[in-house]
């Protein structure tokens, strides 16, 4: 009997130290506002939670790229509507010259502005990112990473933007050299060569303007990629972030109940515990 009382007395003492413990988990649970500490809590969310992590890091830098990707679109767009303003005031330039009041002087100053045009234009060209990267690379642009299978070019390769411009004659130009021709144009004492070459240069202007507006529809393509992609960005880390808090974070409320639970069971078995233990020898065998 005496082993039994001692039996019973060392199961009450281990069920009571058994919820102390828990209580004092569920206590740290709420003040630290996380459910695991170690991932034998719970290995399966544990290697879940490890997996996401990966996926946060790898997202941290998905955005960073997609950031210095939109900062270089815009910058290219911002350049590319430069060179049209460009391409227009030669439009405006060379209407002026080809008209018949145009004096000497007027057509002097308007080849100098024409040939000036051409200075801002390869100031364009030579544009540069912050990091110091070509705006307009000479090379295939760089692919950014937006995703583990998102890649985007942020802007144009220099020769698409500059180069092969469609004429009306037949074949390609340059900016540059449809700025220079109607330079020539203008300059042109002969009213009737200058009409002529200045009707050509026009028409080649245009076309100039045409192929820029094909470029920046293209580089607003690229634009509405990157946005869209950082969009999806967002939303797949939001998820992951609402699923890794699932895993590990405390569902306060339900933690709370558990530990008032435990709190009162712990109360009633010590108070038996005293009761029991108060009792004499005489207590059991009367």
């Known amino acids: 009997m005496i082993t039994a009382t001692r039996l019973r007395t060392m199961q009450q003492v281990s069920q009571q130290s058994k919820l102390t413990q828990e209580i004092a988990r569920a206590q740290s649970d709420i003040s630290t506002g996380r459910r695991l500490n170690v991932p034998s809590d719970d290995p399966i969310a544990a290697a879940r939670i490890a997996e996401i992590r990966k996926s946060q890091a790898d997202q941290t ?6 950031e210095a990707a939109k900062a270089i679109a815009s910058q290219a767009d911002t350049a590319l509507g430069g060179i049209n303003d460009v391409i227009t005031r030669a439009k405006e330039l060379t209407l002026s010259g080809a008209s018949q009041s145009a004096s000497p002087n007027d057509r002097a100053a308007i080849v100098q502005e024409l040939r000036n045009l051409n200075v801002t234009l390869a100031n364009y060209q030579a544009q540069t990112t912050p990091t110091g990267q070509p705006l307009f690379p000479t090379d295939a642009p760089l692919q950014i990473s937006g995703s583990a299978t998102f890649l985007v070019a942020a802007t144009a390769k220099q020769s698409d933007v500059f ?76 998820q992951l972030t609402e699923e890794r808090s699932s895993l590990e974070d405390t569902d306060v409320a339900a933690t709370v109940m558990k530990l008032n639970a435990k709190t ?8 038996a515990f005293a009761k029991v233990n108060r009792n004499t020898l005489f207590d059991f065998v009367s």
């Open 61 to 66: 830098v998905w955005s960073r790229n997609l």
């Open 264 to 271: 009162l069971s712990l109360q009633a078995a010590q108070q």
């Open 163 to 238: 180069d092969g411009v469609l004429v009306a004659h037949g074949g390609t130009s340059t900016l540059s050299a449809i700025i220079s021709a109607a330079a020539d144009a203008v300059s042109q004492d002969d009213p009737t060569a200058r009409q002529t070459a200045s009707q050509i240069s026009l028409a080649d202007i245009d076309a100039a303007a045409s192929h820029l507006t094909n470029q920046r529809s293209a580089q607003g393509v690229r634009a509405t990629q990157i946005d869209s992609a950082a969009e999806a960005l967002i939303s797949s880390g939001e």
